[in-house]
């Protein structure tokens, strides 16, 4: 079927990745379905105990801490071994006080700060202990501050909230490459669900470990010896569908070297050259040239260029003289000597992959990248919350359209 903006989000897996996304995305005044396998929401969210990273907040202020964003970011990347993916560690540094704001605003009592390990100064939040009666675990008393949230939203919205628990999510479903729905199993019986997007957040796969064929005997048959402290619903189901649906999984393991320098047309054989950040990728410009060969252009277009900041990009583009400005694409093919369906072609297939328009979005343990080697103590509840929220609003924003050139 095809995907409407009407539709609801279907946000797979009720922990707190699942559960900040619903939030954000009913914020938005679109619907979720929540499904999850289990009989109540949590996942292993509820158990976490350490609490959760914030930087630059009230509480810290409030108890004299001086941190800073980029403190933080570098316990992060050293504490992973500085394979984190760098992009995904500033987004997690910058929006942890939103993330510990929009907590505190929905009830969580993190009024206290500890110093974990790893960890230059005290911003690891929880919730202070009682002087009397049963301590609440800070994982669990924020899921339970969000888990009120659904309700309430549910009493006074209760067409736009759907939750579905006891119900495993067994299969994608998508209609001309765009993933918008999913296959379910409840009550013994199998059914299709659509919608206008799909959020997988169902957390790790530690317990997917009886099979020849488990992701912990594909990824990691070295950690088979150890227990684990993850539910039985830890089974990787969201990583296992996004591969079917030909997703790629990170991997642990890898060596980086720069890949994009601007040549200067005045001296294009200078040993020394002006690096081409990773931030006009990540803002929007796109690499190309002929098959086989090292890129030879990047292109992008006003909104990019004002995105990664006009005074940088003038920089590039009036002091250094390194980009040229064409009024329309088929301008820049024809002087740049390029055949403009191929150029068209290639901008099309850019669009499509970066645009959110597959439908598929992930957020939490089921994703990869931001802890590198090994996760900082008290980024993986940090992690849930800041992208899970993003996950919500980028879905509740999707539109699916057949763009044009």
Request: charged share 20%; with cysteine; net charge negative.
């Amino acid at each position: 079927m095809a995907p409407s903006p009407d539709e609801p989000v279907i946000i797979v897996g009720g922990g707190l990745a699942g559960l900040s996304a619903a939030i954000e995305a009913l914020d938005h005044r679109v619907k979720v379905i929540i499904i999850d396998s289990e009989k109540n929401l949590g996942g292993n969210s509820a158990k976490a105990s350490s609490g959760i990273n914030g930087c630059g907040t009230t509480t810290q202020e409030k108890m004299g801490i001086k941190d800073s964003r980029d403190i933080f970011y570098m316990d992060t990347m050293n504490a992973g071994d500085r394979e984190n993916d760098e992009a995904l560690v500033d987004i997690l540094v910058e929006q942890s006080l939103a993330a510990i704001d929009f907590l505190m605003g929905l009830g969580v009592n993190l009024s206290d700060v500890n110093l974990c390990g790893g960890h230059s100064v005290p911003r690891t939040h929880w919730i202070p202990s009682p002087k009397e009666g049963r301590p609440t675990p800070v994982g669990m008393g924020i899921i339970n501050a969000l888990k009120q949230r659904i309700t309430e939203v549910t009493k006074s919205r209760p067409d736009d909230v759907t939750v579905m628990t006891n119900t495993r999510v067994v299969g994608l479903t998508s209609w001309n490459a765009y993933v918008n729905g999913v296959n379910v199993v409840e009550d013994g019986k199998r059914k299709e669900i659509n919608g206008k997007a799909v959020i997988l957040t169902t957390g790790g796969f530690s317990a997917d470990r009886n099979e020849d064929a488990s992701l912990l005997h594909e990824f990691a048959s070295d950690k088979l010896r150890f227990p684990t402290t993850n539910g039985a619903f830890a089974r990787g189901d969201g990583v296992k569908m996004a591969r079917a649906m030909g997703a790629q999984v990170v991997g642990m393991d890898r060596v980086q070297i720069h890949p994009t320098a601007f040549v200067d047309p005045a001296d294009p054989s200078a040993g020394t050259k002006f690096l081409a950040a990773e931030a006009l990728r990540g803002k929007g410009a796109i690499l190309g040239g002929s098959a086989g060969l090292p890129a030879a252009f990047m292109v992008l277009n006003e909104e990019a260029a004002d995105s990664f900041g006009r005074p940088a990009f003038n920089f590039y583009a009036n002091f250094k003289k390194l980009f040229t400005k064409y009024n329309t694409a088929k301008e820049f093919a024809e002087l740049g000597g390029i055949p403009f369906d191929t150029l068209k072609n290639t901008l099309l297939e850019y669009n499509k992959y970066v645009k959110g328009d597959s439908g598929l979005l992930a957020a939490g343990e089921v994703t990869g990248g931001v802890h590198g080697a090994n996760r900082l103590a008290g980024n993986s509840l940090l992690e849930c919350v800041v992208f899970g929220r993003i996950a919500g609003r980028t879905a509740a924003g999707i539109n699916y359209t057949h763009e044009e050139l």
